[in-house]
């Protein structure tokens, strides 16, 4: 607590006094976040030790630094001076929501997550960075979520897929810079911001499409398996775990999943036929810009009344019929966009 006659506040007088500035308008005031940054690295200590366990440092410094970005060490955090000031009062460039949700809500906890993901288990080489950096990114994700709801989640993966399928210079989206594994190769000339845009946005996204495939319960299972039995980890090793907490399905151990999405490049353009006929619910999926080897599982939600289920179904250049036993006329069936790195297509 500052004394109530700051001697250092007299000898100094406020800039805004000088200057007849309106601090509330015309100058930010990082002072005034710091209970919420305190607030919020709280949240997600509890929350990171409560899914992952407790983090071997039990000491945590966050200091900030001029510029754009935040950096873990372990015990010490890195915090650009752009996370210290209140999203409103941030340079008018950076007041689009996906810049304010960059700086008050995602950055700091991202830094906080290198404790576990970064830290206490590291990339095996530099091919599996992206699994430290979206295992980071998508924890920060999950608090958002748990603190503002699904919309938020769902709000920036919407903003990284549109990021992804901006088109490069050479008229290529940066989605197509190379495969994830490449790491610091995806960055180009071609393609100056392929190795963040993949790295990041498309690796959060990969770590959210796996999520919905194994449901909350076990994702959450495989991510506690990772923090406390693994110093290194590379992205085959990642998949054999991944794949034992998948559900027996077509694809139950993510082959598919990591050939195309992991491995290999594309974002498809999906549509969806379907009629409800015998109480059945047939139908067909056919993807567009992507290779014809590209195939991928897509969510199908079906609601019947109050109940929606969620049906894993491929693609593929020629169409892939399906058929779903069902024995009331749905209300509704749709490609769940929310859950997969896809456009959907009427
Ligand atoms: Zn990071």
Redo the contacts with the bound molecule.
């Keep these: 607590m500052p004394p109530p006659d700051d001697p250092f506040a007299r000898r100094h007088p406020k800039a805004t006094d000088v200057l007849g500035l309106s601090p509330a308008r015309d100058l930010p005031d990082p002072a005034a976040r710091m209970d919420e940054l305190t607030r919020n690295l709280l949240d997600t200590l509890d929350f990171m030790t409560e899914e992952f366990g407790p983090s071997p440092i039990r000491n945590l410094a966050i200091t900030p630094i001029p510029g754009g970005f935040?950096?873990?060490f372990p015990g010490l955090v890195y915090l650009s001076t752009l996370a210290y000031v209140n999203p409103g009062q941030l340079p008018p460039p950076l007041r689009e929501r996906s810049e304010q949700t960059f700086y008050s809500e995602l950055l700091e906890t991202?830094?906080v997550?290198?404790q576990w993901?970064?830290n206490l288990v590291v990339p095996a080489s530099y091919h599996d960075d992206w699994l430290?950096?979206s295992l980071?990114?998508y924890s920060a994700l999950l608090l958002l979520e748990r603190k503002k709801g699904v919309k938020a989640l769902d709000a920036v993966l919407d903003d990284y897929r549109t990021h992804l399928l901006a088109k490069t210079d050479t008229g290529r989206t940066l989605e197509s810079a190379g495969p994830i594994v490449w790491g610091y190769r995806l960055e180009s000339s071609l393609a100056p911001d392929g190795w963040r845009t993949v790295t990041?946005e498309k690796g959060t996204w990969i770590i959210h499409m796996l999520r919905r495939r194994l449901g909350d319960e076990k994702f959450l299972a495989l991510l506690r398996e990772v923090s406390s039995h693994h110093h290194s980890i590379s992205t085959d090793e990642f998949r054999d775990l991944a794949r034992q907490y998948a559900p027996k399905s077509p694809d139950s151990d993510l082959k598919i999943f990591f050939d195309n999405w992991v491995y290999g490049t594309g974002v498809p353009s999906v549509k969806l036929s379907y009629v409800w006929r015998g109480a059945k619910l047939s139908g067909a999926l056919v993807q567009r810009d992507v290779d014809d080897a590209f195939t991928a599982y897509v969510p199908v939600e079906v609601q019947t009344g109050s109940k929606s289920d969620v049906y894993w179904l491929p693609t593929g250049s020629d169409p892939v019929a399906f058929s779903i036993p069902l024995k009331s006329a749905p209300t509704k069936v749709s490609l769940l966009a929310a859950n997969c790195l896809m456009i959907t297509s009427k």
């Design positions: 935040g950096q873990g991202h830094e997550a290198h993901w970064g430290i950096e980071a990114n990041y």
